[in-house]
């Protein structure tokens, strides 16, 4: 970057072209939007058949490609605007320098050197300070020992002339490095000649938002920041505060961070963590490809001699391919959480199903997956659901599935009321029941971020009246509802618990919610109830399916611990009157006729 250059660059010829970028970019989100959840959605409500499954699957493809152009317009938009920014800096630097400098009577020259003419005061023998050529120096050092020789100059204007050119020099370094930082940002930001998005492209978007993310540093440090404590209020008054430019440019450049803030609208939450998920999964098949061909697959028959009769068999299976297909699965599980998610996206319109939002995702550890069934924010009954030990990203699905159906039932209950189920797989769970459950800390450490979640639904509602809210814990994360009543206040209105080894309180009193509105539901031959009841030294402890609890036991038809979610069970129905607020229609289980049979074989 030469002097001439930089004195006639235009930065804000860059940030209108980002504003067309961004333009583009917004245009791509309303297309995406409209095709999966109006088109899509319609089509899959009305039309049956194989031509209509694959105009369905064609429009779900070309959902996909304005998501893509989305992604990657935000990003260019929003490096062009951090471009900008950083060259209208330098350009500042350099108009500053040149304007002290025609007010002091300097010459700048086309290397950025800075004359000055005789002047001062006389010497001894009568003559003036010459003048002289100042070269601009960046280095901090050199610079300071130039600006101290410049102070000893008799001509009082070799000082001002070494100002100059130093601040000349600086302007010129700083659009230099933002040029050559830039340059390649931008050239990266160029899709692939066709009209397939591939998972390699996804994977590339997600290496130039990181790319866009560290190079724009000092643009995004230059807004207002989001508040570090994550109050969810606070976050929603953030967002509030900022302008659409300074809002897009958050979501382009920091989606996950954009996605994971309580109190922010769903909306936006949703779009964000969508480029998240989209970029993660083409990262993730990215891996799996390697891994596959690190670990080709072996055969998956051998043969095999019966030694006593000498007959071969070819039909035995190789135990090696069971071993190959064990790690294959392991490989591939995240992929198949996400294109869960995907699944519960693409099914938007099916049997009447509201549409999905991505409120939180993240690949870390066992991964992290909040979907919504219908927006939260509009809705005037919320329900979250909080699953137990084993769950995962990998194995989200079921989970997903239980909000599905909760949400099914409760939407008939409701009276025409909107209705939001939320799945809420946001801490990391036990991975197993034996080694993992009996650990308290699990709970702990995911309740403080249940608590936020809560309070976020209640910062982003734009309701007329606040929604009723609904917390529903299966198996361990009862437990983890249990510890975020102990240690906060849980936002809500009413508490279910199913197939609970324990909730860390000793009472329903200690639920943070009205008389009367803590559920639980024991089916028939679950066993994690005793578990959590008898603890593993023997000793017992009060379970929300004690008496002595307090809790409304409500009528369960199904067996064992998984099923408090079949279709067309009471126990499911009744989940879903108490989200749809009715839980006086509750069936609860019958009250013992005489003494406790305990105490009569006491007697």
Not at 1 to 9: C, E, F, G, I, Y
Not at 18 to 37: F, N, V
Not at 507 to 521: I, L, R, S
Request: charged share 30%; glycine share 10%.
């Amino acid at each position: 970057m030469d002097l001439a250059t930089l004195k006639a660059l235009k930065p804000n010829e860059y940030a209108e072209a980002a504003d067309g970028y961004r333009r583009t970019s917004d245009m791509a989100r309303a297309a995406h939007d409209r095709i999966g959840t109006q088109i899509a959605a319609a089509m899959r409500k009305s039309l049956k058949g194989e031509a209509a499954s694959a105009a369905i699957k064609q429009l779900t493809e070309l959902g996909k490609n304005f998501h893509y152009v989305q992604t990657e317009c935000g990003l260019v938009g929003s490096a062009l605007d951090a471009f900008s920014y950083e060259m209208e800096a330098a350009k500042k630097k350099l108009d500053a320098a040149l304007a002290d400098a025609r007010a002091g009577g300097l010459t700048v020259h086309a290397d950025g050197s800075v004359s000055y003419p005789p002047g001062g005061d006389k010497d001894k023998d009568g003559k003036t300070p010459e003048g002289g050529k100042a070269g601009g120096l960046t280095d901090e050092t050199a610079s300071a020992v130039g600006r101290q020789a410049a102070d000893f100059n008799p001509n009082p204007k070799a000082r001002l002339a070494q100002d100059c050119a130093d601040a000349i020099a600086t302007a010129l370094k700083e659009a230099t490095e933002a040029d050559a930082k830039w340059a390649p940002k931008v050239r990266a930001l160029k899709a692939d000649d066709d009209l397939t998005v591939s998972a390699r492209d996804w994977a590339d978007a997600g290496s130039d938002t990181r790319g866009v993310n560290a190079a724009g540093k000092e643009y995004l440090d230059s807004m207002p920041q989001p508040p570090k404590n994550g109050d969810p209020k606070a976050n929603a008054e953030w967002w509030k505060g900022l302008d659409s430019d300074e809002r897009s440019a958050w979501v382009a450049m920091r989606p996950d961070s954009v996605g994971a803030l309580d109190g922010l609208p769903s909306t936006v939450r949703d779009e964000a963590n969508r480029m998240v998920l989209a970029e993660a999964r083409g990262s993730a098949q990215g891996e799996y490809d390697t891994w596959l061909r690190k670990h080709p697959e072996p055969a998956r028959y051998t043969e095999f001699t019966n030694p006593q009769t000498g007959e071969v068999n070819k039909k035995v299976e190789n135990p090696e391919w069971w071993k190959w297909d064990k790690a294959r699965k392991e490989a591939h599980k995240s992929i198949d959480g996400m294109d869960a998610i995907q699944t519960r996206f693409d099914s938007t319109g099916t049997k009447g199903m509201p549409e999905a939002y991505l409120l939180g995702f993240s690949t870390e550890g066992d991964g992290r997956a909040i979907i919504a069934n219908g927006n939260p924010d509009t809705a005037d009954h919320q329900s979250a659901y909080v699953p137990g030990t084993k769950a995962s990203l990998g194995n989200i699905e079921g989970d997903i599935n239980r909000g599905v159906k909760v949400w099914r039932v409760a939407d008939d209950q409701a009276d025409g009321r909107s209705v939001s189920t939320i799945t809420w797989l946001g801490y990391d769970a036990p991975d197993t029941v034996e080694k993992d459950a009996p650990f308290e800390h699990y709970a702990y450490d995911g309740a403080p971020a249940f608590n936020r979640f809560l309070d976020g639904l209640e910062a982003a509602h734009t309701g007329d009246t606040a929604p009723h809210r609904s917390v529903i814990g299966h198996s361990y994360g009862s437990t983890l509802i249990g510890a975020a009543a102990e240690t906060g206040d849980l936002n809500a209105d009413d508490v279910m618990f199913a197939g609970s080894p324990g909730v860390k309180v000793s009472g329903a009193d200690e639920m943070d919610v009205p008389k009367g509105h803590v559920w639980n539901e024991e089916a028939e031959g679950d066993v994690v109830p005793d578990l959590g009841r008898y603890g593993h030294g023997g000793d017992m402890f009060i379970i929300p399916s004690d008496e002595g609890f307090g809790a409304n036991q409500m009528a369960t038809d199904t067996q064992g611990h998984s099923g408090y979610w079949d279709e067309g069970s009471t126990s499911l129905l009744n989940q879903a009157r108490v989200v749809a607020g009715k839980g006086d229609d509750v069936e609860l289980v019958p009250e013992p006729e005489g003494p406790p049979e305990e105490l009569m074989n006491a007697k």
